[in-house]
T-cell receptor
Framework: DAKTTQPPSMDCAEGRAANLPCNHS???????VYWYRQIHSQGPQYIIH???NNETNEMASLIITEDRKSSTLILPHATLRDTAVYYC?????????????FGQGTELSVKP | NAGVMQNPRHLVRRRGQEARLRCSPM?????VYWYRQLPEEGLKFMVY????????ESGMPKERFSAEFPKEGPSILRIQQVVRGDSAAYFC?????????????FGPGTRLTVT
């Protein structure tokens, strides 16, 4: 699975959009980009995933560059409850293993 | 639909004792994963199981640790002769069996403290 690089920390004002970048320059054609978050020692929570098209769900949007070497997770209106560590993970298709390899992630602090 | 359940939520063991951590996956899920988070460190994969089979145990320590997921009942992570370095949060996740399923659903974790 390809390696990912994320900034260690970011701040965001409450109500503003939070844009969390991830670099995955060695991603291969059949690897997906996943985002999870962990709120203060709770179990990680799945947010969104994508292959090459942009994706949106009720939690967030995922923008993947055309060359797939980087992506951005967007929380459109961040709240204090979005304060968490956000993990960008690259993984092969489902039938290739299943395990998630977590990096250090980005610690997002949403401030009032 | 209840989420992934783990018990106990907190477990205290003395050095040399055994620790048994239980994980009940979400209804209909037949794939279970165990992860460990040491204090001030990231999450590390330990083992991936399907019913009655270990699929990937590449993250399991070679000694004292074992895992099972029987046909009936919860998945069990067993740590024999615990040491202080085993103190950590242990998370279980589950996913459904269908091809193309991407999400893993995590439980609240078991905090193991070895005294």
């Amino acid at each position: 699975d390809a390696k990912t690089t994320q900034p260690p920390s970011m701040d965001c004002a409450e109500g503003r959009a939070a844009n969390l970048p991830c670099n995955h320059s060695t991603i291969s054609g059949n690897e997906y980009v996943y985002w999870y978050r962990q709120i203060h020692s709770q179990g990680p929570q799945y947010i969104i995933h994508g292959l090459k098209n942009n994706e949106t769900n009720e939690m967030a949007s995922l923008i993947i560059t055309e060359d797939r070497k980087s992506s951005t997770l967007i929380l459109p209106h961040a709240t204090l409850r979005d304060t968490a560590v956000y993990y960008c993970i690259v993984r092969g298709a489902y039938n290739q293993g299943g395990k998630l390899i977590f990096g250090q992630g980005t610690e997002l602090s949403v401030k009032p | 639909n209840a989420g992934v359940m783990q018990n106990p939520r907190h477990l205290v063991r003395r050095r040399g004792q055994e620790a048994r951590l239980r994980c009940s996956p979400m209804k209909g899920h037949s794939h279970v994963y165990w992860y460990r988070q040491l204090p001030e460190e990231g999450l590390k994969f330990m083992v991936y199981l399907q019913k009655e089979n270990i699929i990937d145990e590449s993250g399991m320590p070679k000694e004292r640790f074992s895992a099972e997921f029987p046909k009936e009942g919860p998945s069990i992570l067993r740590i024999q002769q615990v040491v202080r370095g085993d103190s950590a949060a242990y998370f279980c996740a589950s996913s459904p069996p269908r091809e193309g399923s991407h999400e893993q659903y995590f439980g609240p974790g078991t905090r193991l403290t070895v005294t």
